[in-house]
């Protein structure tokens, strides 16, 4: 198959992510053409969002006849959705999504609350470095880190800090929780059961909320399920793309 003739997925990655944190999952899967978007350098949450748009849609018509899809894992899954309801994909590959971030005490279990942001963004004003230290020091579940999948991430600091204040105001105000009724294509949703930052009962709630949706639940796993776990998640998209039965 030549690259013209493949199916493309556009690629937005985590908080604090660079796009590389794709890289092991996209090389298991060389029948698509990947496309990677980077959020690092974003000076606002207004420029990440039209940023991201504008790229989109770009790909989009290139696309022509072939499948778009966006792939999102944590923030880049909220804006995914967001993207999906505008009508800008043939189809979802989301890690670790939720319609909605914050939440309130008494929804704790599907999120978490504003106050735990607020407190993020004023020690990223402080300490970059040591709050993305303590980040990604909950990702993973103890399984996890034993078995040094936490080791497999890509660098710390390739964000800067107002892209991370975006990133982060992103998760505080951005919700599509009720706009998933417009979200009218597929969607494949990785969700780990153990996962501390958006819960898993928030991925429930999601895929409740969706009308042509598929989650695959994953056991002992936090916050990232792809890493260390590619071969498994590229079996399960080929699996989910051949049920759409989507064009080559």
């Known amino acids: 198959m030549t690259l013209e003739k493949r199916a493309t997925i556009v690629w937005l ?10 890289d092991q999952l996209c090389k298991t899967l060389p029948e698509y053409q990947h496309v990677y978007l980077n959020f690092s350098e974003a000076e606002t949450p207004e420029a990440l969002l039209t940023n991201t748009e504008q790229m989109v849609r770009k790909w989009k018509i290139s696309a022509l006849h072939r499948p778009l899809f966006i792939g999102g894992w944590s923030l880049g899954g909220l804006l995914a959705l967001h993207l999906a309801a ?19 005490k008494d929804e704790a279990h ?3 609350p504003d106050a735990y ?6 020690a990223t004003m402080q300490d970059a470095l040591a709050v993305e230290t303590n980040f990604r020091q909950i990702l993973w579940t103890e399984t996890e880190l ?29 919700e599509v929780s009720a706009v998933l009724s417009e979200i009218v294509c597929p969607v494949l949703l990785f969700h780990g059961r153990e996962d501390r930052i958006c819960p898993y009962k928030g991925a429930e709630e999601l895929a409740a909320g969706l009308s042509r949706v598929h ?3 994953i056991p002992d796993c936090g916050h ?17 793309r051949d049920e759409q039965q989507y064009g080559n």
Do not use: H, N
């Not at 942001?117 to 004023?122: D, I, L």
């Not at 078995?147 to 890509?154: A, F, H, N, V, Y």
């Not at 890493?227 to 989910?240: D, H, L, S």
């Open 117 to 122: 942001v607020r407190q993020m963004m004023k």
């Open 13 to 22: 990655p985590g908080w604090s992510m660079p796009p590389e944190v794709f």
């Open 146 to 174: 034993e078995l040094g999948i936490s080791d497999k991430l890509p660098r710390m600091g390739t964000w800067t800090a107002p892209s991370l204040l975006a990133g982060l105001q992103i998760l505080r105000k951005v």
């Open 224 to 240: 990232a399920p792809f890493v260390g776990r590619e071969e498994e998640i590229a079996a399960e998209m080929r699996r989910w």
């Open 215 to 217: 989650l695959y639940a």
């Open 110 to 112: 599907f999120g978490q």
């Open 86 to 104: 505008r009508g800008l994909a043939d189809g979802l590959i989301l890690f670790a999504a939720t319609a909605r971030f914050i939440r309130s």
